[in-house]
């Protein structure tokens, strides 16, 4: 097709938004949702330091963000991202909704990994007279880095895949291009050359993903 | 050193589970400079007591005192400093994989606040001190488990405890590799005066580096002493478990009096063989028994079958009980039992 050159531009642009919207999104999510996991691991019973309210409290916010379909979640916290950005619409607009679902995913999976860790290795660092700060800096997170790096991963690959709903707050990105320009105007090679697109870059951050976990988990 | 008084774990009912009381009771003191053991089967509590005296376990009830500090009475954060002079290794090591030989040694110097290159310097020589100066760099999995028990031991002693708490530290390990670290952990104890309790589930393990041992049962203390005690006191079960009776043979037949004696360093078997035979001129024949060294003493059972008189035997038993001997006389039954 000829007006490819004209449409190359525009799909630049949109890999653009994606990456933006992924790369600042990923970033607070990584912020937010360690330590929300670290919380959850700490306060659970049998944990560092168990606080059976607190912990059943975080476990449902957690788990609500985590039943709500993204797309609803979109539009609920549409007056959140109003008081944070200014506007609902566009790309940084979409970082908000983006975040907000991602890091109960996050924590989640940071849990998980922390659980991980042998109790006894903890028992150990406590029996030197270490503090519980410490035991969350220099064991449990150190060694569940391999599984902390594969945790954060597979978020970001997620992160992707909700930016692609973003183009219903006109965030732009993939998602939306392909809407707009492949599926409405029934042009099947855009869509295809967008997904193409899609896969190239969840490859690419998966293979550099498990690189990284692999290097840790060996050295 | 380490004095523990009236000392109650209770787990509360969780559950479906019942309340558990897995230390019942224990009064127990160690002496400084002292390797103490506590033996018994699993399940007994042994690996709760030891987390007791640390208090990584709360007791119910009781009172924990560590070199003249009742940690029980103190408040958490001096329970956290007090624990840098109580160091602690494990059946499983618990060395972190994130970090190399060395850098598990520096940890609790980290957490002391201790600079790096005093933290590098002390690394160096601790795993000097547990042989393994050639390894500093090596990652816990490419250590075997010996090593990586002498890694655990050399973190122990980083910040320089006067108490070294071992939960059966070689219950994970090979015979050669138990013989190595019970041999570090005696030399340690030499070398730096440490005061030791060591938890283990193996007789064979408290023979060879003990100088005292409790036998704990369902949560309670059985039996202890220090072992040169225990193992000549009559119808001690710790000194029976130690060094068990030898099985006679039924041997039908055969007459003569069954005698079961103990025999140690002060009272060789030479001796008590020439008190019998030469002495009192009776017949000897040594039905069963076995003499092994225990806390660096040599100790032993023998089953004597002594023929030569009724009168005679009666005498032959006075005899060796005057000279400190511990001699019973044994029905001849094919198992010997108190």
């Known amino acids: ?219 | 050193m380490i004095e523990l008084k009236d000392v109650r774990k209770v787990f509360p009912a969780r559950g479906r589970a019942d309340e558990v009381v897995a230390v019942d009771g224990v009064s127990l003191s160690v002496d400084r400079g002292e390797f103490a053991g506590v033996v018994g089967p699993s399940g007994s509590g042994k690996s709760t007591l030891v987390r007791l005296v640390n208090l990584l376990e709360r007791p119910t009830s009781g009172s924990v005192t560590v070199d003249g500090q009742v940690l029980t009475e103190l408040p958490d954060e001096q329970v956290r400093q007090a624990r840098r002079s109580i160091g602690m290794v494990f059946q499983h090591f618990e060395l972190l994989d994130s970090r190399t030989a060395a850098g598990n040694v520096e940890h609790p110097l980290e957490l002391a606040g201790v600079g790096r290159a005093e933290r590098r310097r002390r690394a160096g020589e601790l795993l000097d001190l547990v042989g393994l100066a050639d390894r500093a760099d090596a990652r816990p999995a490419q250590l075997s488990g010996g090593q990586q028990q002498r890694v655990a031991i050399a973190r122990a002693l980083a910040v320089r405890p006067d108490v070294l708490l071992c939960d059966e530290a070689t219950s994970a390990l090979d015979q050669a590799s138990t013989t190595g670290v019970l041999e570090l952990l005696r030399r340690v104890r030499d070398e730096l005066g440490l005061t030791v309790l060591l938890i283990t589930h193996e007789m064979s393990v408290v023979k060879a580096v003990c100088d005292s041992a409790v036998l704990l049962d369902r949560g309670r203390v059985v039996d202890g002493g220090r072992l040169a005690d225990v193992l000549t006191r009559p119808g001690s079960p710790l000194g029976e478990a130690l060094l068990p009776a030898p099985v006679a043979d039924a041997g039908a037949g055969h007459d003569g009096a069954l005698l079961r004696v103990t025999v140690t360093d002060r009272t060789p078997e030479t001796r008590v063989l020439q008190t019998l035979i030469g002495e009192l001129g009776l017949a000897v024949e040594i039905a069963g028994g076995s003499v092994e060294t225990v806390a660096g003493g040599r100790y032993g059972r023998l089953l004597l079958r002594v023929t030569g008189g009724g009168a005679g035997l009666d005498d032959a038993v006075h005899r060796l009980q005057a000279d400190g001997v511990l001699v019973e006389r044994v029905a001849a039954t094919a198992e010997v039992s108190r």
């Open chain 1, 1 to 219: 097709m000829s007006d490819w050159n004209r449409i190359w531009p525009q799909l630049l642009d949109a890999t653009w938004e994606t990456l933006y919207m992924v790369g600042v999104a990923a970033l607070v999510t990584v912020l937010l949702g360690v330590p929300l996991g670290v919380l959850l691991t700490v306060t659970a019973p049998g944990g560092l330091a168990p606080r059976p309210l607190l912990n059943r409290a975080l476990g449902l916010v957690v788990n609500l963000g985590r039943a709500l379909p993204f797309i609803i979640l979109l539009v609920l916290v549409a007056p959140v991202t109003r008081g944070i950005v200014g506007t609902t619409i566009g790309s940084t607009a979409a970082i908000v909704p983006l975040t907000i679902g991602a890091v109960p995913f996050l924590a989640r999976l940071v849990e998980t990994s922390l659980r991980e860790v042998a109790a006894g290795k903890v028992e150990a660092t406590l029996s030197m007279g270490a503090r519980r700060r410490d035991v969350v800096r220099t064991v449990l997170l150190p060694e569940a880095r391999p599984s902390l790096v594969a945790g954060v991963t597979v978020t970001v690959v997620a992160l992707i895949s909700y930016s692609a709903m973003a183009g219903a707050v006109g965030g732009g990105g993939l998602g939306d291009f392909a809407i707009r320009f492949g599926y409405q105007q029934f042009r099947t090679d855009i869509t295809l050359a967008t997904v193409v697109l899609l896969l190239v870059i969840v490859q690419a951050l998966q293979w550099a993903g498990d690189r990284w976990a692999r290097s840790l988990a060996h050295a």
